[in-house]
């Protein structure tokens, strides 16, 4: 197929299943504490009702700064779809992909001029804690495999089993990245209530519709990336069944945890990254890792 | 791939047909619906049937269209008719496969 055409169809499959998947996440979390919650096409309504609402812009924003960083945010995470499930390519892109995305919810709030959005960019900053764990869990697939290329990584698995069972701490810090971006985390410090929405908070309108769009995304591009590099070669369907199960866990994990202050979302991250990372070490150097 | 988003974009539609369609039907505040809606039912075992064993892109679209709209329903509506319909369908899907 033409790779453009396949590159928009991995899109609005991304877009589409992401906001599904939130929207999922939503009605778990309410079914956990009592709520009836909303219907699951929610966040899909949610996303589009945005596109069509009035744009205003205030006064304090910086502005081309302000439009533009939505336009980026949006651009990266589907960058993340076209090295990810469009090409099979790196996963050191991927995890730059991810870093970028650190940076555009830092800029995000900087560039609104609200106190909301300007400590929410100070968050984003603590919150980059959670790249060291993905970083070294990059690592360490590589130090396995012997490659960082997606497509050889599944090769890889296909051949020996899927890594979970090799490395399963270094799947665990991944897992925790994952908790991390799921809505109403435990460690989401970027959007607390004390910040209204954080770093989203200025942004109204279409604005906040390509936000949604990135956000429904990125969701999707996580679980896939999770999936395919630890649960080795899976079909559509065990793809599926993958992502409602940790949709399921993570909505689970947040309904029943409450937020933590930014210091203890930190070393709650730092620990146990610096946990599996030291215990991945020790079965490497034991044996226990072939 | 254009089959997959063929399907998930139907799911889609037919969530969204359902909730405004249950929203016109039913406009009370929130209840736990007890009773089972034989309607309903049929369309949503008629439907994932189709999505999960017609093996045509066309039917399992429009199963999928089907299956959305009970699966969609307002909170507290489609809940049992969507579960039996889903037991119904991978039932099939599994004896299907068992006997070809």
Redesign the interface.
Known sequence: ?NLMA?IL??V??AF??G??LLGLHRKVMARVQKR??????QH??HSLKFFFKETAIPKTVSKVFYIGIVFILALIWIVGVIVGPVAHDSLLILFGVYAVYKIVEHNSGSSSGSPYGKLSCVRAVLSAATELPLFAAIVFVYLITGTMNIGEIITYQSAHGPLVFTIPLAALMFFMLIITKSPYSPFAITKDKVLISGFETEHFGFLRGFMNFSEAIAWYVMLWVFLTIFFGPLN?VGYLIGMIVITFITGFINAATPLLSPNHSVMTQITIGAICFFGTILMIFTGVVA | ??D??IY??A??VG??LG?VYSYKQHGEP?V?VTEFNMVMAVVSIFGWCLAFCSGNVILSAIGFLLGGFV??????YGRKETAVGLIFAIGLFVLLKLTV
Request: proline letters at 11%; charged letters at 10%.
């Open positions: 197929m396949d169809i991995q609005i499959i589409l299943a906001s599904l009836p919650g909303p219907p699951i096409v899909l309504i559509a | 791939m254009l997959y988003m998930i974009l799911f889609a969530s969204i909730l929130f736990a699966m969609g329903e307002r909170p507290g």
